[in-house]
């Protein structure tokens, strides 16, 4: 195989990974419907920048676990996803909330490489977020770069784009491919058979990218689906991820190591970053000494 078909082919499983575990929403949201510090997080933070109704704009919003509480909350969210099925998900949600909430919550498909939002939701916004580690679906510097400048785009003056992603662990990016971890029974949500959770992944230090397995079968052995999904992501080391985002024009205003917004420090599992724009730094006119 060629070179250019092998870097093809990683790019495919990449891409791949980007996808394949937001393909069943209602799974989804069964898996992480304990997952509740962070919403409580970006709440927080859209009240003490927005009070009790500004505009927002999530970034890999899925199924609307923090947008939905956002637009409960008063505030108007535009979320936006590249997962069909999760923005149809989300979508039957926005179908049941209250009738005073419904139209304060927009969703719109798109990719956080290249979006652009239609005329009436294209103001800027004073807070962008990315909650739960949609930057690690971002693979490469470029990419980066692509997605930070969509922000800036959208950002209004003195506003605010905030995100999380893990803090690389060390011992569980160098674990034993070859084992299964993590073996959790559990219930699946639209089928209520009883299955079995298992997980395992490469990391390739070079690019900084974690190929991870998630594997699903049924508990008892017997026969029915058995399913391998996949899913990509990134791993950006602390000083490295503070570098990208002030390449592209930000300052961090904050970068804490939980969601009730304690500093960074070792053995944090997420980091949790605000930035703003940083200030353009005037040229002194050459006629001035
Ligand atoms: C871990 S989920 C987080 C979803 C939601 N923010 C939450 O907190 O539950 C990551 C989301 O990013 C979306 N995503 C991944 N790559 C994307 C891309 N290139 N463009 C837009 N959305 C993307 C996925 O579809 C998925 O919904």
Same mark, same amino acid.
């Given at each position: ?45 859209? *009240? ?40 149809? =998900? ?92 993590? *073996? ?42 058995? *399913?391998?999904? =996949? ?59």
């Amino acid at each position: 195989m060629s070179r250019k078909a092998l870097r093809d082919l990683a790019d495919d499983l990449v891409d791949a990974g980007s996808r394949e575990h937001y393909s069943d929403a209602a799974l989804y949201d069964y898996e992480y419907r304990r997952r509740r510090a962070d919403v409580s997080f970006y709440r927080e933070l859209a *009240r003490q920048r927005l009070g009790t109704g500004g505009r927002i704009l999530e970034l890999g919003a899925g199924s609307g676990r923090v947008a939905v509480p956002l637009a409960r909350d008063g505030h108007t969210v535009t979320a936006l996803d590249q997962s069909a099925p999760m923005l149809a =998900k989300l979508r039957t949600r926005v179908a049941d909330l209250p009738a005073a909430v419904a139209p304060r919550l927009a969703v719109v498909a798109g990719n956080l490489l290249d979006f652009e939002l239609p005329k009436p939701l294209a103001a800027p916004y004073p807070l962008v977020i990315a909650a739960f580690n949609v930057l690690e679906h971002l693979y490469t510097r470029v990419e980066v770069a692509a997605c930070l400048a969509r922000v800036a785009a959208y950002l209004a003056p003195g506003g605010a784009f905030a995100f999380d992603v893990q803090l690389p662990d060390l011992t569980w990016l160098a674990r034993d491919p070859e084992r299964r971890w993590a *073996r959790t029974r559990f219930t699946d949500p639209t089928t209520g058979r009883s299955m079995l959770y298992s997980t395992n992944h490469d990391y390739d230090p070079v690019g900084q990218i974690a190929l991870i397995r998630l594997y699903y079968e049924p508990a008892d052995g017997g026969p029915g689906p058995r *399913r391998i999904v =996949k899913l990509s992501q990134r791993k950006f080391f602390p000083a490295e991820l503070e570098a990208l985002v002030s390449h592209a024009g930000f300052r961090v205003v904050g970068h804490f190591g939980d969601f009730s917004f304690a500093p960074l420090s070792a053995g944090a599992e997420s980091q949790v970053l605000v930035c703003e724009r940083a200030p353009i730094p005037r040229r002194k006119s050459p006629l001035r000494r």
